[in-house]
Each structure stands twice: as C-alpha cells, then as structure tokens.
C-alpha cells in the first residue's frame, strides 16, 4: 500500500471504531477480517495512525476545536490524521497535500478549509498552555476528581504514563518451559526479550512481533499476558492439589497462569457470565497443556451453583469488571467510552460480586480481589466494605503473601497491592488478599456442599 492508502485505511477504521459500539481492538479486528488483503506491515502501519490518534485525541481535538470556531471542518476523522500528521509526525502542510491527493485508494484532496487548517497547524506544539488538564493528560474531565483523590498532586504524571504505549509483556508457560528456555526459544525465532522486574515468570519483548506466527507461542511455551495480570494470578498462591475458583474468568489468561502455579494438580473452576468467553478459553487450555480446568457459564453471580458449591474452595478470584482505568495504554478508547454514571454501577456490582463468590470460601481459605483500575472507589474502598459486613473474614497483609509466594520485597506500602504504569511499568492493578477465619464458615443459610461438577 502507498502512504496515502495506508492513511485512508486509518480514517475509515477510525470512522468504524467511533461509530460502532465494540471497542477499538474488536473495531481494529473485524476491519482487516473484512479486508483480508492487507498485508501485515500495511495492519501495522494503519493501526499506529488510529492509536496514535486515540492516545491523543483530547488535544488533538482541542487544535481542531481551535480552528472550527471559526471555519468548521466537515469529516472529524480526517481533520483529525491531519492534526496527527502535522503535531505528532512533524509533517508539513504540502506533505500532507501531497497524500490526500485523491488517487487510487487515498484520500480525496483537501478542500481550501482542510488546507488552511493543516497551515494553521505548521510549527505548533500539540501541547498548549492554554488548553486545560484534562486535554494535556488525556483523560475524561468528569474523573478527574477521583484521581486526585487517589494520587493527589501526582496525578498528572500518572496520567502522562498512560498516554504512552505499553509495551508486549508474555508469561512463560510453567508448565512447559522455564522463563531462560523461552527466552532461548523466542531468541530462536529472533525475538529479544528480557526478564520483567516484578513477576519471576514475565517476559518483555522487543517490539510487536507477530506472536501468533511464533512456534513457541504455538507450543504453549509462552501466553501473553501484562505484568500486573501476572503478579494478580501469582497472588492467589494457589498450590497443586487444591480446589479454585476464576470466579470471573473471562477469556482465561489468570486461570491458564494458576493452573501453571498447581502444576495440573487439583482442580479450578473459570466461571463467568459471558458464557461464550469461557467456552472460547478452550484452545487456550489446549495449547498451554492445561487439564485441570472445568469451564462454566453462570447465569449470574448470584447463579444457584454457587449455593451448592458452599464452603468448598481453598481459593477464589474475583477478577471484577471494572473501569479499566489501570489499561488505558493498552485501550485509549476506553478512556471516552467511560461516562460518569458507570462508576457507581461497576461498584454496586462488584459489592455484589465479592458477596456472593465469599460463600465458595471454605474456613481457612482465600478470596482475592483484584481489578485493573486506579481509582479507590472500586479497589480500597470496596475491601473496607466487604470486611465491615463481613467479619468472618479479616485481610492478610499483600507483603506477606508477596514474600511467600514471590520470594523478594513488595513494591507495596500498604495492606494491598497497587501497581501503576509510571510507578511500576505494569498496566494498573489492584490485588487485595482475605482469608476466612478458621472457626467461621460459609453462611449459615447455605447448604452443604456438594459434588456436582
């Protein structure tokens, strides 16, 4: 594809991903489905001109605010790769011409506005000081509030970390390889990778190979999965022979790593209510070699199979929906997408959640918490909750499971754990640990458990 083509590629999987209602990645996927002509450097060039605009789109769109005062542009998605071109490539304003020229799959030529737009552009700075906070550090004005009461005067930076893009992070495959054989393995296919500082199983990568393309993807030897998620799955501290719970499993990236922790020992169960989600996480399983997964659809969290499983696990995660605050490098678009009455809904819910996966705790067992979100309200304060109206069960310190199951200090200061891009170079996560007391039980209402799997 010519550069002009690659940019028209970009505004009409653009103009998909901000009409449709599936997010950027889904959005990014069925367009090159639907167009697979494509070559693979041609995908990648198309998808850094979207990204690049999602990841800067408050100020890209204030510039085009700044100009539309007074003249108005007709296609947001075009003004919009005009701005990226100009603020963030340093192209000029002829360069830019000489793209939307109107041949063979690029863009039409610029109208006398667009072009007097692009010149207004030339040899500005995409950051102004006359745009305000929530424009420089790209987040939605309305939570603002939240992250400053989270970070306080270090918001800013932290939010200035979520603009960038993070980086590939896989987990090796316990087990099938040791972390130095899958650096061996994908250095065999020249891939370089170094060790992760936190999680003893992470692995960076160089750049954005093609990892359905590598062997030792195919093999099972490495999963991809972000740092943070990493460590949450380690947490959980679950050991061969028990019994666990994925209570909110998703496609199964934390089951397939706690299955890797019991070496195929015991047995867990990945519940969640996007049926179809788990019941995909069945090639996944296959690939990693992993056997000792049930997968199981729930009607809710409130579905009767948690009644009759009472009492009966040694761990259970609750990897709660959220806001995703924690991955907004990974999901710019998500950012927008975020409106203020979702906060107090996601809450509500996860209280819910927590409430009724605890009942699967039996006495002297655990129940994780862990999201990827920043904000207080669905982390800290949710644990605050359920341990006040909860007293069977009580809150084991994050530096202690750390030591245990790590084995080197916690980069947390606290009770829990939390991890931010700027202060750890993971996506955002929060992991809080409890244990049910040993003379407690599962609620009295509940009935015994039993087998039926």
């Not at 083509?5 to 505004?11: P, S």
């Not at 489905?33 to 450097?41: D, F, L, M, Q, T």
């Not at 699967?360 to 994780?368: C, F, S």
């Not at 918490?369 to 341990?387: G, P, R, V």
Request: charged letters at 25%.
């Amino acid at each position: 594809m010519t550069p002009g083509a690659r940019l028209q590629a970009a505004i009409d999987l653009l103009t998909d991903m901000h009409t449709g209602t599936a997010p950027a990645d889904r959005s990014a996927a069925a367009f090159f489905r639907n167009r697979r002509y494509i070559g693979g450097s041609d995908r990648r060039a198309i998808l850094d001109h979207a990204y690049a605009v999602l990841r800067q789109m408050a100020k890209l769109d204030w510039w085009i605010g700044e100009f539309v005062s007074e003249q108005g542009l007709p296609h947001l998605e075009r003004a919009r790769i005009i701005a990226k071109l100009i603020l963030i490539d340093g192209w000029t304003a002829d360069k830019v011409a000489g793209s939307f020229d109107g041949g063979d799959y690029r863009p039409k030529q610029m109208n006398r506005t667009e072009r007097s737009f692009a010149l207004s552009l030339e040899g500005a700075d995409i950051r102004n000081g006359a745009q305000p906070k929530w424009v420089r550090f790209e987040y939605p004005e309305w939570i603002e509030k939240s992250l400053v009461k989270r970070f306080g005067p270090g918001y800013e930076q932290e939010m200035a970390a979520q603009i960038d893009e993070a980086a590939t992070d896989i987990r090796a495959n316990a087990l099938k390889a040791t972390r130095e054989e899958a650096i061996a393995a994908l250095a065999a296919e020249n891939v370089t990778a170094t060790a992760t500082h936190l999680s003893p199983l992470g692995l960076r990568l160089d750049g954005r190979p093609p990892m359905g393309a590598l062997k030792c993807f195919q093999d099972g030897l490495i999963e991809v999965q972000d740092e943070g998620s990493q460590l949450a799955a380690l947490l959980v501290d679950a050991r061969p022979g028990q019994r666990v719970v994925d209570f909110c499993a998703g496609a199964g990236g934390k089951t397939l790593a706690i299955a890797a922790a019991m070496k195929n020992k015991g047995k867990i169960v990945a519940c969640d209510t996007l049926k179809g989600r788990v019941e995909r996480a069945g090639d996944r399983l296959k690939r990693a070699g992993v056997f000792n997964v049930e997968r199981r659809g729930l009607e809710s969290e409130r579905d009767p199979w948690v009644k009759r499983h009472a009492g009966s696990f040694d761990r259970v995660l609750v990897d709660a929906p959220c806001s995703g605050t924690g991955t907004w490098r990974r999901n710019p678009d998500a950012k927008w997408n975020l409106q203020p009455d979702d906060l107090p809904r996601l809450a509500k819910l996860q209280a819910s959640i927590l409430d009724s996966a605890q009942r699967l705790v039996k006495p002297g067992g655990r129940l994780v918490y862990a999201t990827c979100s920043l904000l207080a309200e669905e982390n800290d304060h949710q644990i605050d909750a359920f341990l006040a109206s909860h007293p069977d069960f009580e809150r084991l310190p994050i530096a202690d499971v750390w030591r245990d199951v790590i084995g080197t200090d916690c980069p947390a200061d606290g009770p829990t754990l939390s991890l931010t891009p700027m202060r750890h170079g993971t996506d955002g996560f929060f992991v809080a640990v409890m244990t049910r007391k040993a003379s407690g039980g599962a609620a009295q209402t509940e009935e015994p458990a039993v087998e039926q799997e």
